[in-house]
């Protein structure tokens, strides 16, 4: 739990892609008078509704959401963005005495908030950067990846290869201070939040949510998540844009390219979206003060949950 301080209250709610999150988040904001934050980096984008299971209209009942549908997908957006972002969104939400409440699973930007990171240092870009990006192009991200593993294990491990933006930002960053920036995030991770914070995890039985994300799979797919993803590139979206790096976004891309078979791509889409929530997972099992609601450990009742939960915001002082 997050030690209790002057700061301002800040609630997180977060978890693995298809635990269940948005319904959770709805009912918590209705009990503490809460507005919710989407810590998604995907939610950000306009016209990406179906892959990045964006939250309906009719699903937010009312609640205000923030950070969703305030990017075109040309743009580009990274966690220095999101910070700015999220910092001057909480701010209104104080000033309207609500509770904010970060929401969604990209860890990364959560930390950002919760633990104020500064990412100045490395926000110019370099000639190693551009040297990298060139690399990436005309090689491949493996080759890159390979890069990495060398210098920083640890970063390679957490950073899957496609995502090129992050492996280029970890070798800039052991060029630049000679420093691994797993070791560096390690420590920006033991920063004390400046926040009065509790910290959710929401978890359920790993076989239970693999068999949620197959089934979230074929209803994304039911629901158009091809047609959608053809709109998008015959707006001009190409592979290696940060909106296009998404779960079935960047999967489908290849399928209409003519590189793989529609079952071939929805079996790895399937695959991609069970690794990303195993990483996840272990994103968070780092994370300090952590408060793990188990689906399982009660009952998968989701008033269970919430009565939890309040039980735990009263007695860090939060509402």
């Not at 709610?13 to 999150?21: D, H, I, Q």
């Not at 960053?173 to 560096?184: K, N, P």
């Not at 779960?247 to 209409?256: I, P, V």
């Amino acid at each position: 739990m997050g030690v209790i301080t002057q700061g301002k209250p800040l609630i997180v709610l977060t978890g693995p892609t298809a635990v269940g999150k948005t319904k959770l988040s709805i009912a918590l904001a209705k009990a503490v008078n809460g507005e919710i934050l989407s810590a998604d980096s995907m939610q950000v984008y306009r016209h990406m509704d179906i892959g990045s299971a964006k939250i309906t209209e009719e699903e937010m009942q009312g609640v205000p959401h923030h950070l969703i549908d305030i990017l075109d997908p040309w743009e580009d957006f990274n966690v220095v963005v999101f910070q700015q972002k999220c910092e001057e969104c909480m701010t209104g939400i104080y000033e309207r005495g609500h509770i904010p409440i970060l929401t969604g699973g990209t860890g990364f930007y959560i930390q950002a908030v919760l633990r104020k990171i500064d990412f100045t240092d490395n926000e110019e870009n370099t000639p190693y950067r551009e040297h990298l990006e060139k690399l990436a192009a005309e090689k491949s991200p493996h080759v890159l990846h390979e890069m990495l593993m060398q210098v920083d294990p640890a970063s390679a491990q957490a950073i899957h290869e496609n995502n090129i933006k992050r492996t280029i930002r970890a070798l800039e960053y052991y060029e630049l201070t000679g420093e691994r920036i797993s070791d560096h995030n390690e420590q920006e991770r033991q920063k004390e939040s400046p926040y009065n914070f509790c910290y959710f995890v929401l978890n359920d039985d790993r076989a239970r949510l693999y068999a949620r994300i197959e089934e979230r799979v074929d209803q994304m797919m039911q629901k158009g998540l091809l047609d959608e993803v053809k709109r998008l590139k015959d707006m001009g979206l190409k592979r290696g844009m940060v909106s296009m790096q998404g779960l079935g976004y960047k999967e489908l891309l290849d399928y209409l390219d003519g590189i793989c078979t529609l079952d071939d791509t929805i079996a790895r889409i399937k695959s991609d979206t069970r690794h990303f929530a195993k990483r996840q997972l272990t994103w968070f099992r780092k994370e300090q003060d952590v408060i793990w609601l188990d689906k399982e450990r009660f009952a998968y009742d989701e008033e269970k949950i919430l009565t939890y939960m309040l039980q735990m915001l009263t007695e860090q002082s939060i509402i």
